[in-house]
Antibody
Framework: QVQLKESGPGLVKPSLTLSLTCTVS????????VIWVRQPPGKGLEWMGV???????NYNSALKSRLSISRDTSKSQVFLKMNNLQTEDTAMYFC????????WGQGVMVTVSS | DVVMTQTPVSLPVSLGGQASISCRSS???????????LHWYLQKPGQSPQLLIY???NRFSGVPDRFSGSGSGTDFTLKISRVEPEDLGDYYC?????????FGGGTKLELK
């Protein structure tokens, strides 16, 4: 069955770079894209970006200068890197499959604090 | 960016009752291919969002027919009839017609 699982550090110091991995199973990254969405504590959802099945990417314009999404299809993994982290980047980070974001990972909580 | 305005922010309902959530976009969500990419999600407390409705009015697999979506252009509605306890949570609309994709601010469906 289709599954996605996010992994990464729970705590990142300000100004440093966040690296997250979304490991997928049950589908091919060459056939489906993966999006990243984040949710600050007690707040709504924010779309961050997408990497498509052909490897092309699109980003949230507010994050574009700091954000990079890539993948390793052989390992069924999608990577998110965001630099110059600030306290307002503290959030739950989710990955989800495109095709109307029909399947989501459980999310990983990232806290930005010194 | 397309702004998605979702109302109400909070919606108290009685079990067995009906709920209606509105989502309005700052520009038309009709894609150049003729499709309208407006979707609805429910996020229960402590869980990931789950897809309910895709492309305005199509129920995702396993979603009860108590959920229905409608609308066109810039004005969309999610209706829930015969509300059950498992329907409580936060509802979000998402437009994926224009980049960047954008979510509505959310509607909390709670017991009256």
């Amino acid at each position: 069955q289709v599954q996605l699982k996010e992994s990464g550090p729970g705590l990142v110091k300000p100004s440093l770079t966040l690296s997250l991995t979304c490991t997928v199973s049950g589908f091919s990254l060459s056939s489906y894209g993966v999006i990243w969405v984040r949710q600050p504590p007690g707040k709504g959802l924010e779309w961050m970006g997408v990497i498509w099945g052909n490897g092309n990417t699109n980003y949230n314009s507010a994050l574009k200068s700091r954000l990079s999404i890539s993948r390793d299809t052989s390992k069924s993994q999608v990577f998110l890197k965001m630099n110059n982290l600030q306290t307002e980047d503290t959030a739950m980070y989710f990955c989800a499959r495109t095709g109307y974001s029909d399947y989501w990972g459980q999310g990983v909580m990232v806290t930005v604090s010194s | 960016d397309v702004v998605m305005t979702q109302t109400p922010v909070s919606l108290p309902v009685s079990l067995g009752g009906q709920a209606s959530i509105s989502c309005r976009s700052s520009q038309s969500l009709v894609h150049s291919n003729g499709n309208t990419y407006l979707h609805w999600y429910l996020q229960k407390p402590g869980q990931s969002p789950q897809l309910l409705i895709y492309r305005v009015s199509n129920r995702f697999s396993g979603v009860p027919d108590r959920f229905s979506g409608s609308g066109s252009g810039t004005d969309f509605t999610l209706k829930i009839s015969r509300v059950e306890p498992e329907d409580l949570g936060d509802y979000y609309c998402l437009q994926s017609t224009h980049f960047p994709w954008t979510f509505g601010g959310g509607t909390k469906l709670e017991l009256k």
